[in-house]
């Protein structure tokens, strides 16, 4: 990171302080505002660097946005705990305290947002369980075996293969300003398949981080066990044919991070509100804007087509060939939503948008307000 380390250095011990100076009610209030207020001035820096200089950003500027917004992960998800009473508060008694015992009580909360394996990705990790890995505790950091963490290197190998091969397949192909009508359809399932490989492969390198310095699960333990979950689940990604358990699943610690922080407190559309908010988190390119509300359109119309499915499908026939059509359609319209967010450029996303791939989630929205309307009149 270089000097802009300092980006993140000065928002850890802000939210440090907030935590440690302010009631349980309010910590959570507080430290929202202040981070997503610094991480939006960051990206503000970026959108101009990109997009009204016409530069290209520093990686290094890149890489410290990305610490950035996993540490507004662990911030937030911290604030939450202890506006939920599930971590206790440090502000009680604070002058009664020595200058020592402040430092004390404020240093596990600066090692947790600062620790390095969070700072360079993988899954998020809850305070009570860094807190009790450091600890020592045996029942929630068991140790892994060699084999263990070779298992999960061959997987990393293989995933990197495929993208050998999978970019060689999409440099030796036409690009969407190139293509031409159905031709587009392959650029987009090629292209899109490209990204998928390097995110899974970055998740299990991180997940391998995580655990080699003791914050992971033991290998063949069940997901999510003791607050632990890993980002990938490759296999449900590639098979389902549901968007909604696609959403789930995809980068799933985030997922719940996102359900805890926005859905479950939203009165008024926590979908859209979700994936607004997963928008602006995520730097508010207009690509990423697009796609993530795409992304909430067809998850709601997801909802009621599968519904609707399952009352009216009754052989086992059409069963398979229902969920053959619909987890070709799924995987299409994930592809569609990957190269809009992945995008920078407002002209590709205009590409993208007037090309023949617009039917897939155009045929979501047409059954949406269909089955929609249905539903209307049956209630």
Known sequence: MGSFSVLVFIPA???MVLIYSLDPQEVHRWTFFFQ????????????????????????????TLSSLMLLT?????LSLDICEGKVEAASGGIRSRSLFEHLCKALPYFSYFLFFPALLGGPLCSF???????QGSS????????WALAWRGLQILGLEG???????????????????????IYVMWSTAGLFKLTYYSHWLLDDSLLCAAGFGSEFGQ??????YIPDADIWTLETTHRISLFTRKWNQSTAQWLRRLIFQHGRACPLLQTFAFSAWWHGLHPGQVFGF???AVMVEADYLIHAFANLSIRSWLMQLLYRTLTWAHTQLIIAYIMLAVEVRSVSSLWLLCNSYNSVFPMLYCILLFLLAKRKYKFN
């Not at 369980?129 to 450091?134: D, E, G, K, L, S």
């Not at 029942?139 to 060699?146: D, E, I, N, V």
């Open 293 to 295: 509300l795409c992304w």
């Open 13 to 15: 011990l802000c939210s």
């Open 36 to 63: 997503m207020s610094w991480q939006t001035l960051c990206h503000l820096g970026l959108h101009y660097t990109e997009y009204y200089l016409q530069e290209v950003s520093s990686m290094r500027f890149c890489i």
């Open 222 to 227: 069940s997901p999510g066990q003791e607050g």
């Open 139 to 146: 029942s929630l950091c068991p140790r892994h075996s060699f």
């Open 162 to 184: 495929l993208k050998v091969v999978m970019r060689a397949v999409v440099s030796a192909g036409a690009g969407l300003a190139d293509c031409q009508q159905f031709q587009c």
């Open 73 to 77: 992960q662990r911030v937030t998800s």
């Open 128 to 134: 009570q369980r860094f807190q009790a890995c450091v």
